[in-house]
């Protein structure tokens, strides 16, 4: 089982998107752990996105993930990270497929509607950045054998 980091970022709260977002990954059949909305500070940006400092956008970036509210999803199943990345798509929403989160969603990378991990190092350290081990709620996920089949 793992666990990955999830943001819905501020144009995405701004446009009312929060609840089909989280209607998405619940479908899918991740399972929500976690969930937190903030105001992220410019000391959490440059943390989280620490990979991409020196680049050209990342002063941009910092504004972007900065200028609202967020909200943070801790979500668990099989394979978490890639599932989450597949059903987000690619960084960039106009080249995002349809039926991903983006190429549903939005127009363009400085307003890319949601954050996933990038890989299982990346969501660890993540999660730990947005919450505390007592805001992560381990409970019995009741449908958990009609999405998951051993076989
Ligand atoms: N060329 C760019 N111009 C503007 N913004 C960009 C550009 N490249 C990336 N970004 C922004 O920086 C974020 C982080 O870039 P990254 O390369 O990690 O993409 P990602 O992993 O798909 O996105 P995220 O880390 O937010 O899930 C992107 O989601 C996007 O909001
Ligand atoms: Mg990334």
Redesign the pocket.
Known sequence: MERTLC?I?PDAVQRGLMGAVVSRVERKGLQIVGLRMLKASRELAAIH?A??QG???YP??ID??TSGPIVALCVQGHRAVSVLRAI?G???PAEAVSGTIRGDFGM?????V?????SVDAAKREIELYFGQDELIDFDWTIYEWVYRED
Not at 108 to 112: A, V
Request: hydrophobic share 30%; with cysteine; net charge positive.
């Open positions: 943001l970022k996105y990979e991409h680049k050209a956008f941009k970036l972007y993930i987000v690619k960084t960039d363009c990378k400085g307003r890319n949601i954050h996933a991990s990038d």
